[in-house]
């Protein structure tokens, strides 16, 4: 749950602290009647509190995750979470009429955000009757992989409970990572390209394509040469060659809506 409240929140409910009171009414008594052992959603010292978060991530056996307000901090420990495939149970309260479409695949509690005892009365059992449910699933794993098919895991740190080392670690993947070609839509996208220059380009390719009969073709990446870039534009070897005076046109196109550094090379193969 977001540790801290939002102003929203805190005039609507008249409660600066809401989120905080929310999970000390609610926890951690109740939750070890369930046999639980509670951490708390926070950690002392600002200069640990993320290692701390990711740490409680990644060993946690049941992770309840508030999405009321769709916290970014909220979406992103969830996305670690998820990424481990390990379990977790989605919450949220009823000010947040509606969560993204990918997470609410996933079978989500509402509950009251009201703290008055009347509310917390039914509140709490149904919160405790939810849980349990998670715990009996027969699937161990989290949820939106069996939905979505996912079949790649993410992998704790080597480093361990040493965040230190494990950014040090980060560091050297990178410096040793190879170099990463950009794509076209990348290349397009740099500063001083309007990304709708991307979508001008394909759709200058793709119109002059239609105009020759040409349904079937792969677009490539800009490649370096010299001053300008290579396009490469592979046809099935099935199509006649393209007169030097039919690309030509399209080339004086690419000049015309600003692409002049932009050169086409057209190949052939099978594969298409």
């Given at each position: 749950?977001?540790?801290?409240?939002?102003?929203?929140?805190?005039?609507q409910?008249?409660?600066?602290?809401h989120?905080?009171?929310?999970?000390?009414?609610?926890?951690?008594l109740h939750?070890?009647?369930?046999?639980?052992?509670?951490?708390?959603p926070?950690?002392?010292?600002?200069?640990?509190?993320?290692?701390?978060i990711?740490?409680?991530?990644?060993?946690?056996?049941?992770?309840?995750?508030?999405?009321?307000?769709?916290?970014?901090?909220?979406?992103?420990?969830l996305?670690?979470?998820?990424?481990?495939?390990?379990?977790?149970?989605?919450?949220?309260?009823?000010?947040?009429?509606?969560?993204?479409?990918?997470?609410?695949?996933?079978?989500?509690?509402?509950?009251?955000?009201?703290?008055?005892?009347?509310s917390?009365?039914?509140e709490?059992?149904?919160?405790?009757?939810?849980?349990?449910?998670?715990?009996?699933?027969?699937?161990?794993?989290?949820?939106?992989?069996?939905?979505?098919?996912?079949?790649?895991?993410?992998?704790?740190?080597?480093?361990?409970?040493?965040?230190?080392?494990?950014?040090?670690?980060?560091?050297?993947?990178?410096?040793?990572?190879?170099?990463?070609?950009?794509?076209?839509?990348?290349?397009?996208?740099?500063?001083?390209?309007?990304?709708?220059?991307?979508?001008?380009?394909?759709?200058?390719?793709?119109?002059?394509?239609?105009?020759?009969?040409?349904?079937?073709?792969?677009?490539?990446?800009?490649?370096?040469?010299?001053?300008?870039?290579?396009?490469?534009v592979?046809?099935?070897?099935?199509?006649?060659?393209?007169?030097?005076?039919?690309?030509?046109?399209?080339?004086?196109?690419?000049?015309?809506?600003?692409?002049?550094?932009?050169?086409?090379?057209?190949?052939?193969?099978?594969?298409?």
């Amino acid at each position: 749950m977001p540790i801290t409240t939002p102003a929203a929140y805190a005039k609507q409910l008249g409660d600066p602290d809401h989120f905080a009171h929310s999970w000390f009414t609610c926890s951690p008594l109740h939750f070890r009647r369930l046999d639980l052992e509670v951490r708390a959603p926070s950690a002392t010292g600002s200069a640990i509190i993320h290692a701390e978060i990711i740490k409680n991530l990644e060993q946690a056996d049941y992770v309840l995750c508030d999405l009321s307000d769709l916290n970014p901090n909220v979406l992103f420990e969830l996305g670690i979470r998820t990424s481990l495939d390990r379990p977790v149970m989605h919450v949220r309260d009823n000010l947040t009429a509606k969560i993204p479409f990918d997470i609410a695949v996933v079978n989500t509690h509402t509950y009251n955000s009201s703290l008055m005892p009347w509310s917390l009365a039914n509140e709490i059992p149904s919160l405790a009757e939810f849980i349990r449910h998670v715990m009996a699933s027969e699937n161990p794993g989290n949820e939106m992989w069996h939905y979505f098919g996912l079949a790649k895991r993410g992998k704790p740190s080597a480093a361990g409970g040493d965040p230190t080392q494990a950014k040090l670690d980060l560091i050297l993947r990178e410096l040793v990572k190879p170099p990463v070609v950009p794509s076209i839509t990348e290349r397009l996208a740099l500063p001083g390209t309007p990304f709708k220059q991307t979508d001008m380009l394909l759709d200058l390719v793709d119109s002059f394509m239609k105009q020759n009969g040409i349904d079937k073709y792969t677009v490539g990446d800009l490649r370096e040469h010299g001053n300008s870039q290579i396009l490469p534009v592979i046809l099935p070897k099935t199509v006649s060659p393209l007169p030097a005076k039919t690309l030509a046109v399209l080339e004086r196109s690419l000049v015309d809506r600003g692409f002049g550094g932009i050169k086409l090379m057209v190949g052939y193969s099978d594969a298409i």
